[in-house]
């Protein structure tokens, strides 16, 4: 089973739906939570970042996590294009970082 | 810009060839780390360097030798490479002991 489990989709959502990403995780000793954006032809940049479980939220996204399901979730509302991306979800226990594969959307206009 | 600079942007290399990658942080981090990105996968942490000094290889073939001679410079030297190797290899950097890594824009590397 791997530490860390995302659907690579790919994601197709018209301009201003809810784009909904979520990861599953195995290992309970994951504290800090963290999603991050990758554009094409770019490294991944951090996005949100959760310590512990509980919502967070900034500007059209919001950060959800319950440890205990193991279950993590990203919510974008009023999508853009320019959220067309692929959206790693991360952890961390003992300050080493797992990642899931990642899950490509694409905000149709 | 995200303040950590990765050159060069793309490289091709043969099987028989010698290079090298280098990674540049802006940060005043003190830890940096290589990572390896392959298409569908999560991303595969490499090597972690903390105050300069190696601290995690995470069981990486020798053919890859990282080499880190200051907090701000990180160099990942490559010998007789295979083509499973091609990957994005993206370098990142954060506090030592901190969570959140900040990401270079990577070197796409095709070995033929």
């Known amino acids: 089973q791997k530490e860390v489990e995302q659907d690579p989709g790919p994601l197709s959502v018209p301009e201003g739906a809810i784009v909904s990403l979520n990861c599953t995780y195995s290992n309970s000793a994951f504290q800090y939570f963290m999603w991050y954006r990758q554009y094409s032809r770019k490294g991944p940049e951090l996005l949100m970042y959760?310590?512990?479980?509980g919502n967070k939220e900034d500007g059209r996204f919001t950060a959800q996590v319950d440890k205990s399901s193991k279950y993590i979730s990203l919510f974008i509302r009023d999508s853009q294009p320019s959220d067309s991306a692929t959206y790693l979800c991360?952890?961390?226990?003992?300050?080493?970082?797992?990642f899931g594969a990642g899950t490509t959307v694409t905000v149709r206009a | 810009e995200t303040g950590v600079t990765q050159t060069p942007r793309h490289l091709v290399m043969g099987m028989t060839n010698k290079k090298s990658l280098k990674c540049e942080q802006h940060l005043g981090h003190n830890a940096m780390y290589w990572y390896k990105q392959s298409a569908k996968k999560p991303l595969e942490l490499m090597f972690v360097?903390?105050?300069?000094?190696?601290?995690e290889n995470n069981s990486v073939p020798s053919r890859f030798s990282p080499e880190c001679p200051n907090s701000s410079h990180l160099f990942l030297h490559l010998h007789t490479l295979q083509p499973e190797d091609s990957a994005l290899y993206l370098c990142?950097?954060?506090?030592?002991?901190?969570?959140?890594?900040?990401f270079g824009q990577g070197t796409r590397l095709t070995v033929v």
């Open positions: 990142a950097s954060s506090q030592a002991g901190g969570t959140e890594a900040f």
């Open positions: 360097y903390n105050f300069k000094e190696q601290t």
């Open positions: 959760t310590y512990s479980s």
């Open positions: 991360a952890m961390s226990a003992d300050y080493k970082l797992s």
